[in-house]
């Protein structure tokens, strides 16, 4: 399954809006991440900065897109915002060093578990269907699935990388390595006003959240 690129601002801006979004929404979700992380110290439990990060780019999400008549999903231990008319939800997590570079492959940060097992899987089939019958970038629904998208965020010294992706393939392992569409932001500079360096926080690695559940 070959990989959709989109670079170019014009067509970035169109394609957000065939999904409802815009790049300023997605923007402020990261920026926020980068802050929450910043709030933590070196007291804090290590693994505090990439959890509150996480959290905080899925609240800033919902914040914004809820008033437009999305509607928040925890189901299945994989938190979402979900597109009023189901056609796609979105969920966040971690990129490798190809996050953001339209010349790199991109690969999901650390393997997943069921949750995105499921999803990815879902993608797949209804990708399928689609390259098949209704073309390769229709965000319409096949046999009552959406297509779940991921904001894809890789933080670095100076800057944090960001994209909008649709998944649609694991390794062996459980790293989410193959993408049907892969919508690449300008990265975010630490520099920015919006962003307030604390020079006294330490660098830590993001932690897995995923949650499954027990019975």
């Keep these: 399954m070959n ?93 490798d060093e190809g996050t953001g570079i339209e010349a790199a492959e991109l690969k999901s940060k650390y393997p997943k578990g069921a949750a995105t097992a499921a999803v990815v899987e879902q993608n797949f089939s209804q990708l399928c269907f689609d390259d098949t019958l209704l073309g390769p970038r229709t965000v319409k629904k096949i046999f009552g699935s959406m297509l779940t998208w991921y904001l894809v965020v890789r933080r670095l010294p100076h800057e944090v990388r960001f994209e909008l992706s649709l998944p649609s393939g694991l390794s062996e392992s459980g790293q989410v390595i193959e993408w049907k569409e892969r919508i690449l932001f300008a990265p975010l500079s630490l520099d920015h006003d919006a962003v307030k360096i604390d020079p006294t926080v330490q660098e830590v690695e993001d932690i897995v959240v995923e949650v499954t559940r027990k019975f």
């Excluded at 007291?43 to 914004?64: C, Q, Y």
Aim: a positive charge; one cysteine or more.
């Design 3 to 95: 990989t959709v690129l989109v670079t170019k601002p014009v067509e970035i801006s169109s394609r957000l809006t065939d999904l409802g979004l815009t790049e300023e929404i997605l923007k402020q979700a990261v920026e926020a991440g980068e802050r929450a992380r910043l709030s933590c110290t070196e007291n804090h439990p290590r693994t505090t900065p990439g959890f509150i990060s996480w959290a905080e780019m899925v609240k800033v999400l919902r914040d914004r897109l809820i008033p437009l008549k999305w509607t928040k999903n925890d189901g299945g231990g994989l938190p979402t915002i979900v597109h009023p008319q189901r056609k796609i939800s979105i969920a966040v997590t971690t990129g």
